[in-house]
């Protein structure tokens, strides 16, 4: 199956701070990827689209200046949580795919971003 | 708005037994379905896939698709306590849109 890797893994920082996360499509280009968050014991939520090349589609309520994303290759997508706060402290997932065949998404591990 | 409905649970079953996952959605134009299991503080990972009508079976697992009824259901054979996990129901329409369920936690008791 399709791997899509995530780093880091576990980040802890300060607030205030800018944290960025990569999630790369290891064997696939990846034409299409998506960020979730997912809060202890609640569904994944569904962030944004982004596209390569193009400017990512948000979804309704979330703020695109703090969340800034960019998928400037067809294996390389990165989020940017900008002045991050302890709100944002969260489980964050990018998944890749969604275009090719009948669109299966496949999921990174993760990233669990701690904001003191 | 397009809906995926899961039941919640848990859904507790005994180490052995069969375990039923069910999912209904909303809208017709519904094109791929998804099933993704996750376990407790890790991502996603993909299970099954239905594309058709009727049963794809994949080892113990076995995902059914009824398109004029908007179901999908997951069957798990012989369940094993390491099959205990939130299960996703996903379905993906035009556009690369997908929308996921809420998932239902499923218990696999020894």
């Known amino acids: 199956g399709a791997v899509v890797s995530q780093h880091p893994s576990w980040v802890i920082c300060k607030s205030g701070t800018s944290v960025k996360i990569e999630c790369r499509s290891l064997?696939?280009?990846?034409?299409?990827m998506f960020w979730y968050r997912q809060f202890p014991k609640q569904s994944l939520m569904l962030m944004a689209t982004?596209?390569?090349?193009?400017?990512?589609?948000?979804e309704q309520g979330v703020e695109k200046d703090k969340f800034l994303i960019n998928h400037a290759s067809l294996t390389l997508s990165t989020l940017t949580v900008t002045s991050a706060h302890p709100e944002d402290s969260s489980f964050y997932i990018c998944?890749?795919?969604?275009?090719?065949?009948?669109?299966?998404?496949?999921f990174g591990p993760g990233t669990r971003l701690l904001v003191l | 708005q397009k809906e995926v409905e899961q039941n919640s649970g848990p859904l507790s079953v005994p180490e052995g037994a069969i375990a039923s996952l069910n999912c209904t959605y909303s809208?017709?134009?519904?094109?791929?379905f998804f099933w993704y299991r996750q376990y407790s503080g890790k991502s996603p990972e993909l299970i099954m896939s239905?594309?058709?009508?009727g049963d794809k079976e994949d080892g113990r697992f076995t995902a059914q698709l009824n398109k004029a009824s908007q179901y999908v259901s997951l069957l798990i054979r012989d369940s094993q306590p390491s099959d205990s996990a939130t299960y996703l129901c996903?379905?993906?329409?035009?556009?690369?849109?997908?929308?996921f369920g809420s998932g239902t936690k499923l218990n696999v008791k020894p």
């Open positions: 982004s596209n390569e090349g193009s400017k990512a589609t948000y």
């Open positions: 064997d696939f280009q990846a034409t299409t």
């Open positions: 998944s890749a795919g969604g275009t090719s065949g009948f669109g299966t998404q496949y």
């Open positions: 239905i594309y058709s009508n």
């Open positions: 809208d017709r134009g519904s094109q791929s």
């Open positions: 996903a379905v993906k329409y035009n556009f690369n849109k997908f929308y």
